[in-house]
């Protein structure tokens, strides 16, 4: 082992395979906010959060959308809020597809609708039981300064800390990166971005990860909406 040092580095990822252009046919890679915003799914994608009627008084919900391309998706409901805020382990799952601008789902339960960025629920006799608003949750690490006497890996600029690496126009860290300088114990502040892939699935959807001490590596994958298994973002390989 080497000595106890603590490490910040802020990174970001790009896919491992694919392109910028939005005009792919086959499973469309994104690896750009803006370029992904061409794509109508993309809007709709995300989470939700607001109250459900249970017929015994309100209830905070939480739903995550999930595209799975050309106007498809998945809706995960969570009761008492989203994972990390509220949820009481209970969830609702089910198929939606857009249909002339609106998001349409459909359950044994009732159905919802997605426009203008609001989830509306019905009963399956078709009264509305709740509305939830779109939101976005951010970590509150996100761009955290470097402490003092951190060491810095990379800051945008330049990837003089790294082998056989290179950064992108637009500031990131392009992969496989290698640090120069050697570390046993320490803290690593990392921050990325994986890319909108709506059409891939499971461990193909931006999957990457950072290699501590060249044995561990932790998954960065774009899990959003799975499970939450040992295997997906975060998990230690």
């Known amino acids: 082992m080497f000595g106890r040092r ?39 994608q995300g989470e939700y959060i607001g109250e ?3 017929g015994l008084g309100a209830l905070k919900t939480g739903a995550r959308v999930i595209s799975l391309g050309k106007g498809k998706f998945r809706t995960v ?12 382990k209970e969830v ?7 249909k002339n601008g609106v998001a349409v789902f459909e359950q044994p339960q009732g ?7 609001t989830l509306t629920m019905t009963s399956s006799e078709g009264d509305v039981v709740g509305k939830l608003a779109r939101t976005e949750r951010k970590s509150t690490t996100l ?3 470097p402490p003092e006497k951190a060491v810095v890996l990379f800051d945008g600029k330049n990837a003089d800390a790294f082998e056989n690496s290179r950064v992108s126009d637009d500031g990131l860290l392009i992969p496989s990166a290698t640090s ?3 570390f046993g114990s320490c803290t690593l502040h990392l921050e990325f971005r994986t890319p909108f ?40 390989y």
């Open 6 to 44: 603590f490490v910040f580095a802020v990174l970001c990822t790009l896919p491992a395979v694919g392109t910028r252009a939005a005009e792919q046919k086959e499973n469309p890679t994104y690896d750009d906010p803006l370029a992904a915003a061409a794509d109508p799914d993309f809007a709709i």
């Open 197 to 236: 892939m709506p059409e891939a699935r499971g461990q193909g959807r931006g999957n990457s990860g950072c290699y501590l001490q060249g044995r561990y590596e932790v998954q960065i994958l774009d899990s959003f909406g799975l499970a939450g298994k040992d295997n997906e973002c975060g998990g230690i």
């Open 180 to 182: 120069k300088q050697k």
């Open 77 to 88: 409901l969570y009761l008492g809020g989203l994972p990390g805020d509220g949820w009481n």
């Open 92 to 98: 609702y799952e089910g198929d939606g597809e857009l």
């Open 52 to 54: 459900l009627d249970t």
């Open 111 to 117: 159905a919802g609708r997605i426009e203008n960025g």
């Open 143 to 145: 761009g955290r300064k």
